[in-house]
Nanobody, 124 residues
């Protein structure tokens, strides 16, 4: 499975963006997926996760109520809807697959396949 993230860009504080992560491979729908973000010099932080069927999702406290993760297995795509963006949301956002589990996880070490990242910049 390979992942391709898209949808990043420059947006003003309070604005919205929707990130997409498209996967190749027939087994895309069998795996839990997650979104993480990283700023220079810092570790990759958990943003949101979703189980294989899309029936369960979770998000970091810092984004709860603003970000929503969803997936469309028929399109082999996972989405991250980001609303009420803040300057501190600025980061490179990565999508990832946990090929060892169908359940979501907040631990980056549980994910073994990563996309290339997409830059999100929120101006104040």
């Amino acid at each position: 499975v390979q992942l391709q993230a898209s949808g990043g860009g420059l947006v003003q504080a309070g604005g919205s963006l929707r990130l997409s992560c498209s996967g190749s491979g027939r087994t895309f729908s069998a795996y839990a997926m997650g979104w993480f973000r990283q700023t220079p010099g810092k570790e990759r932080d958990f943003v949101a996760t979703i189980n294989w069927s899309g029936t369960y999702g979770d998000a970091a406290d810092s984004v709860k109520g603003r970000f929503t993760i969803s997936r469309d297995n028929a399109k082999r795509t996972v989405y991250l809807q980001m609303n009420s963006l803040k300057p501190e949301d600025t980061a490179v956002y990565y999508c990832a697959i946990n090929s060892g589990s169908r359940s979501g996880s907040a631990a980056a070490s549980d994910y073994d396949i990563w996309g290339q990242g997409t830059q999100v910049t929120v101006s104040s």
